[in-house]
């Protein structure tokens, strides 16, 4: 901060206005910064986010008690997207792929977790994208890691999630999206994943008013909309 010329008071109300929401050309204006320091600030808190969601990082699902003292499983909805964006000029499949994102919603907390997937094919020099569907060892780490057993794991077509789901003792149900199902009536519960899915499009509405994400800060971008969407009922 020494070699920055604002205040250390501006720095903090910056912080506050950030994080519930102020537009970057709001901020701007608002403390007359320069492109580059607003720019750096706002990187530097979503460095502080990272660091607050790795050190918070939680486990979805498991068994929830009931206020009558019942205990029932959660159930957490689970899918995959990707995350990318239109080269100009260009039509059909004009879309660059930046990352592969996995995420699951538990629907008894709301809570929100969101991790990228390293989709890559062997071969020599630099490594290179694999495209298709994700495989056993890219979607483990994330099942294994964040999703407590006994969960009732809803998820779609992909072939890998079932025998992981119960290798890691989850109740899995899956929702066909390929085959037209889009929900099913289940005992006490509907299988469905739209939750997760709302979660991508208000993700990629979020930051399309960024005017631009470089792939190097893309998984800054994807935690702090996680920080952002789990925090959302806090009085900041």
Same mark, same amino acid.
């Given at each position: ?10 720095? $903090? ?5 950030? !994080?519930n929401?102020? *537009?970057?050309?709001y901020?701007?204006?608002? =403390?007359?910064? !320069? ?8 990187? =530097? ?9 790795? $050190?918070?990082? /939680?486990?979805?699902?498991?068994v929830?008690? /009931?206020?009558?003292?019942?205990k029932? #499983? ?36 709301? /809570?929100?977790?969101?991790? +990228?997937?390293?989709?890559?094919k ?5 490594? #290179?994208?694999? $495209?298709?569907?994700a495989? +056993? &060892? ?12 006994? #969960? ?7 072939? /890998?999630q079932?025998?992981? !789901? ?12 390929? *085959?037209?199902? $889009?929900?099913?009536?289940? &005992? ?6 739209n ?7 208000? @993700?990629?509405?979020w ?8 792939? &190097?800060?893309? =998984? #800054? @971008? ?15």
């Open positions: 901060f020494h070699q920055r010329s604002f205040k250390i008071i501006d720095f $903090f109300t910056f912080a506050m206005r950030w !994080a929401g102020a *537009a970057t050309n901020l701007r204006k608002e =403390y007359g910064f !320069a492109n580059n320091t607003v720019t750096w600030l706002q990187q =530097y808190l979503q460095d502080i986010v990272l660091e607050v969601e790795y $050190f918070e990082r /939680c486990q979805l699902g498991g929830v008690e /009931c206020r009558d003292g019942s029932v #499983s959660d159930i957490v909805e689970s899918d995959e997207t990707e995350l990318g964006r239109k080269r100009k000029g260009l039509h059909g499949h004009a879309t660059i792929v930046m990352a592969d994102v996995i995420g699951a919603i538990s629907r008894t907390s709301g /809570c929100l977790l969101l991790e +990228t997937m390293q989709k890559l062997p071969g020599p020099g630099f490594p #290179s994208r694999r $495209f298709g569907p495989r +056993t &060892e890219e979607v483990e780490p994330f099942i294994e890691g964040l999703i407590r057993p006994g #969960s009732m794991y809803i998820t779609d077509g992909l072939r /890998c079932p025998g992981l !789901a119960k290798r890691f003792g989850l109740r899995h149900y899956k929702v066909d999206h390929n *085959a037209g199902e $889009f929900s099913r009536q289940e &005992e006490g519960f509907i299988a469905h994943t939750t997760i899915d709302g979660e991508w499009g208000h @993700y990629k509405n930051v399309r008013g960024k005017h631009g994400v470089v792939r &190097e800060r893309l =998984y #800054s @971008y994807l935690k702090e909309w996680q920080w952002r969407r789990n925090h959302r009922d806090y009085d900041l």
